[in-house]
């Protein structure tokens, strides 16, 4: 009975310990757990807004990618969003405006027109009205071993596609493994698989399929896909891939195992770390000229911070919203985590070259289509994925890919 | 002796707690998933009524983005089968070779239960290196001959090679041998010592005493063991999870996979609510038969 | 005695031959090693780098001498936050629905075994029904449940939904426990004036330790590494558990093992040294519990 009693108080302690929950200061959740190499930017920035602010707590909470889309869609549901948010871009967000849980920051924007260009704002912004502050922003390149290039008699990355099926042919001939694709994670694949598909089709032609209803029914798109099957038939991707998550392959082109990787260029940092000795990036090379040029690149700002409509003080917190985004965006800009969405205006010559050299091909650049997964709503970005799964493992051909898009999405 | 109605009062407080939590966290929510399974909802903001399209979608072959949920029912009812019919008769093995009174028994008992409290993060990362390209498997096949020099990697994990089912159902059947054994090894040890000295003295062998003595006495535990295989494979989905790594894996889909990846990734919270109900009344379906069948033999 | 002891072995006429038992022990030793492996494997992983995990070093001890092993995963599994407190969050929540549950299924199954009424047959076979559902198909419904109740972001959020995932097979293990206690105790219990209340604390409750035992193993087993609901109903770091809290290791792109490996050592330890240390209690009661359930 004694027993039973002290359990009884042990529940009574745990009921009292939840009593006492904090209601004070701003609460934001995002997606820079620990090991997230944004982790740091968002550190330095909040301690910089602590500083500024000293009377404005931020009470923030960093949750894994997977998780953390489940928690913030119940707490959308069950109305306990926090304050500030982070969030995709364009479908992600724009599910959450449909249902008016987002505060409109058209008024706090004016503040800052002059350092975020309006542009940057465009997959934020819903019938006109801006719901969202970028912070960095990031696009697929084409990471090179300039050492394995060497070998094979090439001193810097082939910019032609002629040129890079050559060096490819010469690669294989040499036993080296040209290009690896983790073939377990779909994401990994639609970098290359879009890059493709863009430098066939035109980059305008793609985003209207992604964002603007255009049918998937486009034999173009087909014969990008043929392109890149042909490519795993000549053995220049590792044959391995296909039971390979992406840590293992990035961990693969880090050790020397591939000529090329294309991903995002939030790898950049960790590259110039970790090596290849002699990493570069490039853009990948125009396939139809009479389509695509370059230029065209898949990317752009996805990372976003929002204000919930629900938030204390929505319009200070908008305002405080802005000046985080710019404080995230430019530590995240100076560790190499991504390019900057803000305008720098402080000394950036210790940011990384790799992460440079892809400032220059953005500064180049004339129209970024969003990455599929992340432009299309997620129900249709399943669909998509399911079938890019499909190419990569060769289970469906160029003609079977667009025939079911088109009948799953359009 | 107690007044009846009195009786109703008690059995209702008695009842209460398992009652509240059995209602509010189990049956409401069911209740209001099945609820959901005939809309299109996205876990928050508008439902759109369907009718049955989500189920629809998980049957009908020709119907818009079809969704192969009978596979997964498949590849569930293939990992039910494996479990009863391996899985367990290795547990049974285990069981009685050690109640037999083995030296070293109690440390076999203990080192064979321990996967189950291994987190199944690590159990799920180690067999990824055993499955790897370059992983021990290959290896092994490459030492013993069977992969010669030239030959390229087999692709343990790969999907649409037929091979990553199996690749997931091995560690998720080796996984929980030991919690059989322990249960069975309960069985086998409630036969009381006399008995089986007895069957001894009459010249029976290890053997025949584990079969005619033994295993007849424990129906009611290899009962439980079935019930938890079947229902635990119907549900399974950690290791999936880790050793597909993609949740809309074709060739290793479970309902349970199915239902996540509808809920978390894809978003259409309806058809997971969809399958959650089958998955439910699957799981029903089999609990009742396996009691049925265990009930008619007797 | 000693005498019939004798008899017994002159009639043990057919004994197992001597290479089918070496045959048995080969096979029983080659099955331990694997199922000790992974826990080896785990420490090795734990003191690896990304390099040695994915490519080059996959089942092997870490490279180098042990100075060179990758010790700091420790200490980066340790930074990722208050990990004492996760733990004592983990400790607390999992206790309470211990507590919770053990309690619950006790006085459900007191009603259900040893009352008699014309539905408690159908009861239990309703309660029973509760095995068979999937935690991950109920995410979202509890939610809206929890959120209602302005519960979220208590420990309470997840103490009520694992007791209730709980529950069923609790009142499984109970129930057969409950049986075997013979009714004339609460017979007698009655005649001396005794309400149901009392029967129960007083006579049966005090019965039952072997019962409760294999219920909080077996909650202990569901709740102790659950992640799922644990990220989804509380936030911040103030009521974190261990597995939430570890979560926080995986990248969005890119995820560094090593400190993943030292998180799970430390978060499976516990269970690892409570294993060892009680063993055989623990098979015992799991044990008494399975047979009778």
């Known amino acids: 009975m004694k027993k039973f009693l002290a359990m009884l108080l042990a529940i009574v302690a745990v009921l009292g310990l939840s009593a006492c929950t904090k209601d004070d200061g701003l609460t934001m959740w995002c997606i820079a757990t620990k090991s997230d190499s944004n982790r740091h930017s968002y550190e330095e920035a909040i301690k910089e807004m602590e500083k500024k602010y000293p009377d404005t707590k931020l009470n923030w909470e960093a949750i894994e990618n997977e998780t953390y889309k489940q928690k913030i869609k119940a707490a959308v549901a069950g109305d306990n969003m926090p304050d500030i948010f982070f969030t995709w871009s364009c479908a992600f967000l724009g599910d959450f405006v449909k249902e008016d849980k987002v505060y409109c920051l058209d008024d706090a924007y004016k503040g800052f027109a002059d350092k975020l260009p309006e542009k940057m704002c465009k997959n934020t912004t819903?019938?006109?009205?801006?719901?969202?502050?970028?912070?960095?922003?990031?696009?697929?390149?084409?990471?090179?071993?300039?050492?394995?290039?060497?070998?094979?008699?090439?001193?810097?990355?082939?910019?032609?596609?002629?040129?890079?099926?050559?060096?490819?042919?010469?690669?294989?001939?040499?036993?080296?493994?040209?290009?690896?694709?983790?073939?377990?994670?779909?994401?990994?694949?639609?970098?290359?698989?879009?890059?493709?598909?863009?430098?066939?089709?035109?980059?305008?032609?793609?985003?209207?399929?992604?964002?603007?209803?255009?049918?998937?029914?486009?034999?173009?798109?087909?014969?990008?896909?043929?392109?890149?099957?042909?490519?795993?038939?000549?053995?220049?991707?590792?044959?391995?891939?296909?039971?390979?998550?992406?840590?293992?392959?990035?961990?693969?082109?880090?050790?020397?195992?591939?000529?090329?990787?294309?991903?995002?260029?939030?790898?950049?940092?960790?590259?110039?770390?970790?090596?290849p000795k002699n990493c570069q990036v490039a853009e990948f090379p125009v396939i139809d000229d009479s389509k695509a040029k370059l230029g065209q690149l898949i990317g752009g700002p996805s990372d976003t911070l929002a204000v919930a409509k629900s938030a204390k003080d929505a319009e200070n917190t908008a305002k405080y919203t802005f000046e985080l985004g710019q404080l995230i965006c430019k530590y995240g800009y100076l560790d190499g985590c991504g390019l900057p969405a803000w305008t720098v205006d402080y000394d950036a010559s210790s940011v990384n070259e790799l992460t440079r050299s892809v400032a220059d091909i953005v500064a180049k650049s004339d129209y970024m289509v969003l990455f599929g997964d992340t432009a299309m709503p997620s129900d249709e970005a399943g669909k998509y994925l399911e079938q890019v799964a499909l190419v990569y493992t060769k289970q469906v051909d160029g003609a079977g890919f667009i025939a079911a898009l088109k009948a799953a999405i359009r | 002796m107690k007044s009846k109605k009195y009786d109703g009062v008690t059995i209702f407080l008695f009842l209460l707690p398992a009652l509240l939590l059995f209602v509010g966290i189990l049956v409401a929510p069911m209740a209001s998933s099945a609820i959901n399974s005939f809309y299109q909802y996205k876990g928050f903001g508008q439902k759109t009524w369907l009718g049955w399209d989500n189920y629809k979608r998980l049957f009908n072959k020709d119907f818009p983005a079809y969704i192969p949920f009978k596979d997964s029912v498949v590849h569930a009812l293939l990992l039910a089968g494996f479990s009863v019919f391996i899985q367990l008769p290795l547990a049974l093995g285990l069981a009685l070779l050690l109640g037999r009174g083995i030296k070293g028994e109690r440390f076999f008992l203990s080192v064979n239960f321990l996967p189950v409290l291994i987190s199944t993060v690590v159990i799920g990362q180690l067999w990824l290196k055993i499955f790897d390209p370059r992983g021990l498997l290959n290896s092994l096949l490459r030492l013993v001959g069977y992969l010669k020099e030239g030959d390229d990697n087999i692709q343990w994990l790969a999907e649409g090679q037929g091979k990553l089912l199996y690749s997931c159902f091995i560690p998720m059947l080796w996984q929980y041998v030991g919690y059989h054994m322990l249960l069975m090894y309960a069985g086998v040890k409630s036969v009381p010592t006399e008995l089986r000295e007895a069957a001894k003295i009459d010249g029976a062998t290890d053997w025949q005493v584990d079969r005619f003595v033994v295993i007849p006495s424990m129906k009611q535990i290899v009962k439980v063991s079935v019930i938890f295989a079947i229902t635990g494979s119907l549900k399974s989905y950690d290791l999936i999870r880790i050793i597909a790594m993609n949740l809309s894996t074709k060739d290793a889909s479970v309902p349970s996979t199915i239902l996540m990846d509808y809920m978390t990734l894809r978003g259409e919270y309806g058809v997971a609510s969809a399958v959650a109900v089958l998955l439910i009344l699957l799981c029903f379906f089999f609990a009742i038969l396996i009691s049925t069948i265990f009930k008619e033999r007797d | 005695m000693a005498k019939n002891k004798n008899d017994l072995q002159q009639y043990q006429v057919r004994k197992t031959k001597g290479w089918v038992n070496v045959l048995i022990s080969i096979f029983l030793a080659i099955w331990a090693i694997i199922n000790l492996y992974p826990l080896y494997w785990m420490f090795t992983f734990a003191l690896k780098d990304n390099k040695q995990i994915l490519d080059t070093n996959k089942f092997g001890l870490p490279e180098g001498a042990p100075n060179k092993w990758f010790w700091s995963n420790f200490k980066e599994a340790m930074n990722t936050g208050p990990i004492g407190r996760f733990f004592l969050n983990s400790i607390i929540i999992t206790f309470a629905t211990i507590v919770i549950t053990t309690l619950a299924a006790m006085m459900a199954s007191y009603a259900i075994t040893r009352i008699r009424w014309r539905a408690s047959e159908m009861m239990n076979r309703i309660f029973m029904l509760g095995i068979t559902i999937p935690i991950q198909a109920s995410i979202i419904p509890v939610y809206l449940v929890v959120s209602k109740l302005k519960l979220i972001n208590t420990p309470i959020a997840l103490i009520v939904p694992y007791s209730a995932f709980s529950l069923a097979m609790a009142l499984l293990i109970c129930n057969g426990f409950m049986i075997q206690i013979p009714k004339e105790l609460d017979e007698a219990a009655y005649i001396d004036g005794c309400g149901r209340g009392k029967v129960f604390f007083s006579v049966i409750l005090p019965l039952m330790k072997p019962a409760v035992a294999t219920t909080a193993i077996y909650t202990f087993l569901q709740c102790w590494n659950e992640l799922m609901f644990a990220s989804t109903f509380l936030t911040g770091e103030d009521y974190m558990t261990l597995p939430a809290g570890m979560a926080q290791l995986f990248g969005s792109h890119t995820t560094e093992w090593g400190p993943i490996g030292a998180a799970l050592v430390i978060a499976t330890m516990p269970t690892i040294v409570f294993y060892i240390l009680f063993s055989r209690r623990i098979q015992d009661s799991f044990i008494a519990g399975a047979v009778k359930g």
């Open chain 1, 126 to 275: 819903y019938n006109g009205k801006k719901y969202g502050v970028p912070l960095t922003m990031n696009i697929v390149g084409l990471f090179a071993n300039m050492d394995i290039l060497k070998e094979v008699g090439y001193d810097k990355v082939p910019g032609s596609y002629t040129e890079l099926i050559e060096c490819c042919d010469k690669l294989v001939a040499a036993g080296k493994i040209p290009f690896g694709c983790a073939g377990k994670e779909t994401w990994c694949v639609t970098e290359y698989l879009e890059s493709i598909i863009e430098k066939s089709i035109g980059a305008k032609a793609l985003d209207d399929i992604f964002c603007n209803g255009a049918t998937w029914d486009n034999p173009d798109v087909a014969k990008a896909v043929t392109i890149f099957q042909d490519m795993i038939d000549k053995k220049y991707f590792d044959p391995d891939g296909v039971s390979l998550g992406n840590d293992a392959v990035k961990q693969n082109f880090i050790d020397g195992k591939y000529a090329f990787y294309m991903n995002g260029t939030w790898n950049c940092a960790d590259f110039s770390q970790k090596g």
